[in-house]
C-alpha cells in the first residue's frame, strides 16, 4: 500500500470501548484521514485499515501478517470494524488534506467500497462482541506443515536402516493396512528380484489404490516407499 503520512492525531492508543468512539466522533466532525488498528490475535499480529472522507468511510485494508493474507474493502471492513472490540491492541488515526485522500485513492484503488458508508450507517455495522470466527477460518484454510502431516497418520522421518523396523512401522501408521502390505510387496518383489538384474533400476510403482482409500495416505505410502528403495539400493 502507498498511504500518505498526513498529521497524526491519536499515536498508539491501547484498544478499549473508547476506539469505536474516537472514530465515531471522527467521522462526525467531518474529517478526512484514515484508522490504523493494529490487534494480536492467537496467531500473530493483524493489521486493519480504515479511510474515511468527509465523515463517510470510504476504504478498508485488513492483513493477517502470520498467515500472508489480505483482504480489502467490503471484506476487510467487517474485519476492521470486528478488531476494535479485541482485547489486546493499539490505534492511530490521522487526518489528510482533500489532495492527499486523491493519491490515497490514485494508488490504492482496490481498497475503495462500492458506496461510501455514512456514520448512521456504520454504526448499526459496528458488531456487538469480538468473533474470532475471521481468524478461525485463517486457520482452518491453512496448508499443513509436513511434519503436521507425518505426526498426523503416525509417520515420522525414517532414519533407520534396517527393513523389518521400516516395514512394521508401514503397517501400524495408516488407517488401511491394505495400502501398506501393498507397499511391503513390491519391496518384497524388489529384494528376490533375479541377481542379474540392473542394480539402478528401480522397483515398479506401488500400484494406484481403489477410490475408497485416502489419497493422504497413498500418498505418504509412496514417499516412504520411495525412501526403502532407496536404502535397499545401498545394501544390495
Known amino acids: 500500500m502507498n498511504i500518505p503520512m498526513g498529521m497524526q492525531e491519536?499515536?498508539?492508543?491501547?484498544?478499549?470501548?473508547?476506539?469505536?468512539?474516537?472514530?465515531?466522533?471522527?467521522m462526525d466532525a467531518g474529517k478526512t484521514?484514515?484508522?490504523?488498528?493494529?490487534?494480536?490475535g492467537k496467531s500473530g499480529i493483524e493489521d486493519g485499515l480504515l479511510v474515511v472522507e468527509l465523515g463517510s468511510v470510504i476504504g478498508a485494508h485488513y492483513e493477517y501478517l502470520a498467515f500472508g493474507k489480505e483482504y480489502v474493502a467490503g471484506e476487510a471492513l467487517k474485519r476492521v470494524l470486528n478488531s476494535l472490540?479485541?482485547?489486546?491492541?493499539?490505534?492511530?488515526?490521522?487526518?489528510?488534506?482533500?489532495?492527499?485522500?486523491?493519491?490515497?485513492?490514485?494508488?490504492?484503488?482496490?481498497?475503495?467500497l462500492l458506496?461510501?458508508?455514512?456514520?448512521?450507517?456504520?454504526?448499526?455495522?459496528?458488531p456487538p462482541a469480538f468473533s474470532p470466527q475471521f481468524e478461525s477460518q485463517e486457520l482452518a484454510a491453512k496448508p499443513q506443515a509436513r511434519e503436521d502431516i507425518l505426526q498426523k497418520h503416525g509417520l515420522t522421518e525414517i532414519k533407520v536402516d534396517d527393513y523389518a523396523e521400516i516395514k512394521a512401522q508401514l503397517n501400524s501408521a495408516v488407517e488401511h493396512p491394505s495400502s501398506a502390505a501393498k507397499v511391503a510387496g513390491e519391496v518384497d518383489r524388489y529384494l528376490n528380484?533375479?541377481?542379474?538384474k540392473p542394480k539402478a533400476q528401480p522397483a515398479a510403482s506401488p500400484p494406484v489404490a481403489s477410490q475408497a482409500e485416502p489419497l493422504e495416505d497413498l500418498e505418504k505410502l509412496n514417499a516412504q516407499a520411495e525412501k526403502l528403495r532407496k536404502l535397499l539400493l545401498k545394501g544390495k
Open 85 to 112: 472490540l479485541a482485547e489486546k491492541g493499539i490505534y492511530d488515526s490521522y487526518t489528510l488534506t482533500s489532495q492527499q485522500l486523491e493519491l490515497l485513492k490514485i494508488f490504492n484503488e482496490n481498497l475503495l
Open 10 to 26: 491519536i499515536a498508539g492508543k491501547e484498544l478499549s470501548e473508547e476506539a469505536t468512539g474516537d472514530i465515531i466522533s471522527f
Open 115 to 126: 458506496e461510501k458508508i455514512p456514520l448512521r450507517s456504520l454504526e448499526g455495522l459496528i
Open 193 to 196: 528380484a533375479p541377481a542379474e
Open 33 to 40: 484521514g484514515y484508522f490504523c488498528i493494529t490487534t494480536e
